[in-house]
C-alpha cells in the first residue's frame, strides 16, 4: 500500500527541483526526504527520479506518476490552506435541535441578524420535544430542557428552574385550587407522559428554596409544551410550564397561578455538545448569541406578591390610577 505521505513529498521535489528545497518547505531534514523517495521508489518498483550532485530529473516512469497524482496532491494542499483561512471566520452549517415550541420564545429576527452578520454560515433547526440522538441525528448543538439522560455529552447551563403552576378559572372554579403540596397530587394535571407507571413527578422549590418531589397524575398527558398548555387553558388540569410560555395566557386570564410560591425546579436548560473537541467557530458564534438572548427572557414567574397585585389592579379607581 502507498503511503500518500511519501506520495505528497514526492510531489513537493518534482515541482521544486531539488531535495534541499523540498526538505526546507516541508521543514524537515534533506535525508529524511530523500529516504522516504526511495521508500516510495521501493514500493512502486520502479525509479522515480535521477539523482546527481548537481541535477535532479524525473524518469519516463516518475514523469508519468507525476502527472497522475501531482494535481490530486496540489488540490489536497490548497483545500487545506482554504479551511485554515476560513476557520478564522464562522463558516458552514450548524444543525440545531430544540424543542417544537422553541420558536415561541425564540425571536426569528435574532437568526435572520445571525446570518445576515455571518454570511457563510448556514442553520438547519430539527425541532422536536423529543430528546434528540446527537451522534445519530448529526447535531452540532441542542437546546435542552430537564435533566441530561446521557452523560458522555458536553452541557452548558443557561438557566437552572423554571415557570410555575398554572390552571385555567374553569378548572379552579370546579374543583378548587390545592392549598398546599399534598392537595397538588390530589388534583388532575397535564403532564409530559411519566417514563414508568401512571405518575409523573415534579419537582418543585418553594419559598426557603427547599425542593421537594410531588407525585402528581392526570388523563390529558403530550410531549409538547404547545399542547400542555392548550389542554391547561381548556381546563383539563394544572400545568407546571415556562413562563415565556404563558405569559400571554396569564395576562389574558385564560391561565391563573396555583401555589404561586412554588416554582418548578430541575427543569432548567441547557446548551448541548456532542463533544468539546474541535467545536466549530460557527457552532460557538451561534450559541453565545443565543444564549445571550435566552437568559433576557422572562423563564420564571413574577413574585407570588406581584401577582396578587395584577390580580387587584383591574379593581382598583381609576382615579388611584392616574
Known sequence: MLDLNEVAMFVQVARLGSFAEAARHLRMPSATVSRRIQQLETRLGTRLMQRSTRKLTLTSAGQTFHERCGPAVEELIEAGQSHVAGSKEPCGAIRVAASASFFEYFDMGWVSAFLAAHPAVQIDFVLSDLQADLIADRIDVA????????????????????????????????????????ELSEHECVTQPPATGSFATWRLKGP??????????GRFSSNTHVALREAACAGLGIVALPAILTSSEV?????VPVLPQYV???RGMSVVYPSRQQRPLAVTAFVN???????????????????????????????VCR
Open 289 to 319: 448569541m443565543a444564549v445571550e438572548k435566552l437568559s433576557l427572557q422572562e423563564w420564571m414567574p413574577p413574585p407570588a406578591e406581584t401577582m396578587s397585585e395584577r390580580r387587584l389592579e383591574p379593581h382598583l379607581d381609576s382615579s
Open 251 to 255: 395576562a389574558a386570564g385564560r391561565l
Open 143 to 182: 437546546f435542552h430542557i430537564g435533566a441530561l439522560e446521557d452523560s458522555s455529552y458536553v452541557a452548558r447551563r443557561i438557566f437552572t428552574s423554571y415557570g410555575g403552576l398554572l390552571a385555567s378559572p374553569a378548572y379552579l372554579a370546579a374543583n378548587g385550587a390545592p392549598r398546599d403540596l399534598r
Open 264 to 266: 418548578r425546579a430541575g
Open 208 to 217: 426557603d428554596d427547599c425542593e421537594e418531589d410531588v407525585r402528581v397524575r
